[in-house]
T-cell receptor, first 116, second 117 residues
Framework: GNSVTQMEGPVTLSEEAFLTINCTYT??????LFWYVQYPGEGLQLLLK?????DKGSNKGFEATYRKETTSFHLEKGSVQVSDSAVYFC???????????????FGQGTILTVHP | EAEVAQSPRYKITEKSQAVAFWCDPI?????LYWYRQILGQGPELLVQ????????DSQLPKDRFSAERLKGVDSTLKIQPAELGDSAMYLC???????????????FGEGSRLTVL
């Protein structure tokens, strides 16, 4: 079945530091890949996405590239801010049809704390 | 901006009691999901509706959990009896269709946090 593995957290950084959160996946076919973010007290919201190999998703200074050869979708940001403190979830959806279509499989989440 | 509404935000109950959560999806969204998020883990799908029909409830513990979406709009998730291991965040999400879910057009509510004592 489909699965997503994220790097262990929590991650603590100083403001303006470089961020990488690793994500690898297992899926049949060609899934779509996502990063969702959950700010304190709020629901999950889509941060960025990539729907095919070599696509780069980007939003709010965050980037992730869909690497089919390494089955990875690592999240990066060149200079984090205090306001980026949140929980980040890597997720995939299967485009292969069948019972997995239209469902998201999530990683376990990575807590990011950014200090001033 | 349209939102997915959930209530209650917080619920504390004793084990063996019944508890219910309500979700009102974004207007016009035919697909509705209930996820359970245990502390320190990612959300796991419990049930998926397409309009009023259950599409997938394979991960729903049916001996104690039930979900309905009678008119294809709002939905209720019930637990009876609640157990200690049910303590979690229950998330509702909606989209226009499974195709939109696969393109990232999936919207989550703020969740209902359940604590079972």
């Amino acid at each position: 079945g489909n699965s997503v593995t994220q790097m262990e957290g929590p991650v603590t950084l100083s403001e303006e530091a470089f961020l990488t959160i690793n994500c690898t996946y297992t899926a049949t076919g060609y899934p779509s890949l996502f990063w969702y973010v959950q700010y304190p007290g709020e629901g999950l919201q889509l941060l960025l996405k990539a729907t095919k190999a070599d696509d780069k998703g980007s939003n709010k200074g965050f980037e992730a590239t869909y690497r089919k050869e390494t089955t990875s979708f690592h999240l990066e940001k060149g200079s984090v801010q205090v306001s980026d403190s949140a929980v980040y979830f890597c997720a995939l959806s299967s485009n292969a049809g069948g019972t997995s279509y239209g469902k998201l499989t999530f990683g376990q989440g990575t807590i990011l704390t950014v200090h001033p | 901006e349209a939102e997915v509404a959930q209530s209650p935000r917080y619920k504390i109950t004793e084990k063996s009691q019944a508890v219910a959560f309500w979700c009102d999806p974004i207007s016009g969204h035919a697909t509705l999901y209930w996820y359970r998020q245990i502390l320190g883990q990612g959300p796991e799908l419990l049930v998926q509706f397409q309009d009023e029909s259950v599409v997938d409830d394979s991960q729903l513990p049916k001996d104690r959990f039930s979900a309905e979406r009678l008119k294809g709009v709002d939905s209720t998730l019930k637990i009876q009896p609640a157990e200690l291991g049910d303590s979690a965040m229950y998330l509702c999400a909606s989209s226009l269709s499974p195709r939109e879910t696969n393109t990232g057009e999936l919207f989550f509510g703020e969740g209902s946090r359940l604590t079972v004592l």
